[in-house]
């Protein structure tokens, strides 16, 4: 398929960026009690390894789904155990065990964490899908802890295309300094494709 699109289509990279990110910046506003915001510093159609290289080596969190309809692909979130606790406690309230486990997290905590992931995961994909005019059912969040650049070259190393669509948004908490970057990787012929049915 083609991935040549209508020139006045394009602000509908931009508009999904918004809607997916202002519905994941409500519902975590609803599910945590902090007042949360989503800033969309950047998209573009980048080299994979320059993706890689983008989020870096450094340790962090990471929540990740697959699309199983159009557009297909993958969508990352990534932030650092710190941000991830205070999320955490920000759903937990009172709950709170301070007993941690190994891994520096209670057993409580990677629960919320993994709540938080699934309400970030869904509320991006209703908003793209609500842009797109249609349905995309996703996989089962993933939870992964290590370095960026890996859970890149995992998600998308193996795509046989050389570039990929990257939004480079960010959710912020603004009563504190909670950052959140997605990622998102999907097929660019798909996209193009329900791209190309909406009307301008």
């Not at 991935?3 to 202002?22: C, T, V």
């Not at 557009?71 to 920000?90: C, E, R, S, W």
């Not at 005019?133 to 996989?139: A, E, G, P, Q």
Request: no cysteine; hydrophobic share 40%; charged share 25%.
């Amino acid at each position: 398929m083609s991935l040549m699109i209508d020139i006045r289509k394009l602000g509908l990279f931009n508009k999904m960026a918004k809607e997916g990110g202002n519905t994941v910046a409500d519902h975590l506003s609803q599910m945590t009690g902090m007042e949360t915001e989503m800033e969309i510093t950047k998209i573009n159609f980048i080299d994979i390894p320059d993706i890689r290289a983008h989020v870096g080596d450094k340790k962090q969190i990471g929540i990740s789904i697959e699309m199983l309809e159009q557009p297909y692909g993958h969508i990352l979130f990534l932030f650092n155990a710190t941000d991830a606790k205070q999320l955490a406690h920000g759903m937990m309230g009172d709950m709170a065990d301070p007993e941690q486990t190994d891994s520096g997290f209670t057993d409580m905590e990677r629960s919320a964490i993994q709540e938080i992931g699934n309400i970030m995961t869904s509320g991006f994909i209703d908003g793209w899908a609500n842009v797109l005019d249609t349905t995309i059912d996703m996989s089962t969040p993933t939870f992964t802890y290590g370095p960026g650049s890996g859970m890149v070259n995992d998600l998308v190393g193996a795509r046989d295309d050389e570039m990929a669509l990257m939004f480079d948004s960010r959710v912020q908490a603004l009563d504190s300094d909670i950052n959140v970057k997605v990622y998102t990787f999907p097929e660019l012929d798909e996209l193009v494709g329900l791209m190309q049915q909406i009307r301008v």
